[in-house]
């Protein structure tokens, strides 16, 4: 008999060989109806793979991000179907699932896929998933996986096998369709009900710029067809809230390939945005015993061997940095964590010193594949609003749960009402990929189990997306488009002050090693300002907004009046500008509209005669005539009420 432990902890018995879906249909057939994959153990397997002996289940649907992405997985083996009938002869690379989505990377011949083909790829693919194919899951070994795909003169798979140990092989197949692959997939093509195919791009073999080009196509579905239509409406309000038109409007940021691609460049608008950000993350830091601290933008490569990261992601870094000195190496920096714990070392430390919370906002570089950089939110070249906090065991969960308030403090500020605090945990069998002892380990993860329930978080559990060296808290949060972002995370870590040989002198006048909280609220300062600016489309709160007011005079015998204004403005550290073009009142209100500065002040003869200014504010259009002394505590206070 299989034993099943439900998430809610109870157990039930049924006979070995039942699947996740015959579990299903126990519990009611509405539920199985909906069941697309299932996580057995930690491990997402189809939901029609034999159960056997003592699991652990979770039932997957749609609701579920592992029940997308197996939606979405079964849905590029379709599309690749779909594309065999059109295109004999197709070559396949690799089809994953997205957050959005799926793509499959195709090499075509010498002939071409465009989008004027999405049509009846789309009909196609619908006709297919009518069939409601099974997808059928085989273990093969690698000569017979060779063997196939050398039939099929297909070189990217067969690439791929090169790299698979012989035994852990699988293919899968539906219709008349068959990849290599690991799965999962759904239980037949039938869930499959709307689809869209969005665009064609290139992408190298492997990423690599050296290997032949392939066509990249993207494309989403659903389970039924209003759920497309809703999709599709939120595509094009994102297009009107997309970061980077927004960043050019604004005159936010720009790049430039002389520069480098994934390197963004910071205009003054933008870096006082930054600024303000910045300022505002000091004080919340000041105010919570934060010391701040500068460390360089490279380390030598002895630093990163020490802290693992040299190990985890040497080949994926910029390529090191060689100096006159024979054999001697440095790295633009990945992390800023090591180079705090050398900081950390630089003094002997006492219990007394105990939590100390160094703070950096440190500038981090990593190799991204050119495919993947998308404006500020992927980048090579990044700000981290870092710190480290070293503490005595006993004082990590008080610890965590004033990272978790500052957080909190963060989103609550910028106006992101609706988060997830994810819970990210290792690998429930593969352990291979972390460093440092089991026991550590679940210290780490019960620290933060213990917190998120003690502060009542709304959490999910992931297993696998822990960082190798500890265990991790990510606030997973939604825009106003009901988008998901990974924005600010913390972690517990008992190994690096392990490999960095960290202590502090107990009361017991004894030696012990500190542990570490690695937190971010922010994430980064590029990634969290591209959100942002695409969750308030633009509109900034007065707090932030570049320029907060624009002056506009009617004409030129207001200019004096208006000059008289933006002093006393600047006097009270009120970000303002004078509009002095010689274009019609209209015009600059529409104008500043359009650049979202939140409030313009019209000055014309009835302003001048009351001493006064005719208040507008952006989107909301008239709020009548202020005196100027009251129209700056009117701004005062809506700038405090946040973020005092």
């Not at 369709?177 to 190298?204: M, S």
């Not at 790049?255 to 910071?266: A, T």
């Not at 001697?328 to 007394?352: A, D, G, Q, V």
């Not at 002093?567 to 209100?589: F, T």
Request: hydrophobic share 35%; proline share 5%; net charge negative.
């Amino acid at each position: 008999m299989a034993h099943v432990k439900f998430p809610d902890g109870k157990v039930r018995e049924y006979p070995d060989g039942t699947t996740a879906l015959d579990v299903a249909k126990s519990i009611s057939n509405s539920l199985a109806a909906k069941v697309l994959a299932a996580r057995v153990n930690g491990q997402v397997w189809d939901a029609t793979r034999p159960l056997t002996g003592d699991v652990e289940l979770n039932l997957l649907t749609w609701d579920d991000t592992d029940g997308k992405s197996t939606f979405w997985h079964s849905s590029a083996h379709l599309m690749a179907e779909a594309l065999e009938e059109f295109f004999p002869g197709m070559k396949f690379g690799i089809g994953p699932p997205i957050e959005n989505g799926f793509y499959y990377d195709v090499d075509p011949g010498d002939r071409v896929v465009s989008s004027e083909d999405f049509a009846k790829i789309e009909a196609k693919i619908l006709e297919l998933a009518k069939k409601k194919e099974v997808y059928v899951r085989s273990e093969v070994s690698k000569k017979e996986a060779l063997d196939y795909f050398t039939k099929k003169d297909d070189f990217y798979k067969l690439d791929l096998i090169k790299d698979l140990a012989d035994g852990s092989i699988t293919f899968y197949k539906q219709g008349n369709f068959t990849d290599l692959c690991r799965g999962p997939h759904l239980p037949n093509t039938g869930f499959i009900k709307a689809v869209k195919l969005l665009n064609v791009a290139g992408a190298y073999w492997r990423g690599n710029e050296k290997m032949k080009q392939l066509t990249r196509i993207y494309a989403i579905t659903f389970p039924d067809q209003k759920q497309l239509t809703d999709y599709i409406t939120l595509i094009e309000e994102a297009k009107k809230r997309d970061h980077r038109k927004l960043g050019k409007e604004l005159e936010l940021f720009t790049f430039s390939e002389k520069v480098g691609l994934g390197l963004p460049l910071w205009l003054p608008k933008g870096t006082a945005l930054r600024e303000r950000l910045e300022n505002f993350m000091r004080k919340n830091q000041r105010e919570a015993g934060y010391v701040q601290v500068v460390t360089p933008h490279i380390g030598h490569k002895n630093l990163y061997i020490t802290s693992g990261h040299y190990e985890k992601y040497g080949k994926d870094s910029f390529q090191p940095i060689h100096t006159p000195q024979e054999g001697e190496e440095f790295f633009l920096k990945p992390m800023n964590c090591p180079h705090h714990c050398e900081i950390y070392r630089s003094s002997p430390r006492s219990y007394r010193d105990l939590p100390l919370r160094i703070a950096e906002f440190g500038t981090v570089y990593r190799y991204e594949q050119s495919g993947e950089l998308h404006g500020l939110t992927r980048v090579r070249g990044f700000t981290q609003d870092d710190a480290h906090l070293f503490c005595e065991p006993d004082q990590v969960k008080g610890e965590f749960i004033k990272v978790i308030d500052l957080v909190q403090k963060v989103l609550d500020t910028l106006d992101f009402q609706s988060f997830t605090a994810q819970i990210s945990l290792r690998d429930k069998v593969d352990r291979s990929k972390y460093i440092g002892s089991e026991e550590n380990w679940e210290k780490a993860e019960n620290a933060i189990i213990e917190a998120a329930a003690e502060k009542g978080l709304k959490t999910v559990t992931e297993y696998g997306e822990a960082a190798f060296y500890g265990p991790k808290l990510d606030f997973m949060v939604k825009d106003a488009l009901g988008r998901t972002w990974q924005l600010g995370t913390i972690q517990v870590d008992y190994n690096l002050p392990e490999r960095f040989e960290l202590e502090y002198v107990g009361a017991d006048n004894h030696k012990h090693r500190p542990v570490m909280i690695h937190r971010a609220p922010f994430g980064s300062l590029e990634r969290f300002i591209g959100v942002l600016l695409e969750h308030c489309a633009g509109n900034l709160p007065v707090w932030l907004a570049p320029e907060q007011v624009s002056i506009l005079p009617i004409s030129d015998k207001h200019v004096e009046y208006a000059e008289n204004v933006l002093k006393l403005l600047k006097k009270c550290e009120i970000r303002a500008l004078i509009d002095l073009r010689p274009e019609k009142i209209g015009k600059k209100i529409r104008d500043a509209e359009l650049q979202k500065i939140p409030y313009m002040l019209v000055i014309g003869d009835k302003e001048m005669q009351d001493n006064k200014v005719a208040v507008r504010r952006h989107g909301e259009g008239d709020k009548g005539q202020m005196d100027t002394n009251e129209f700056v505590a009117k701004i005062n206070e809506e700038i405090n009420k946040v973020i005092a």
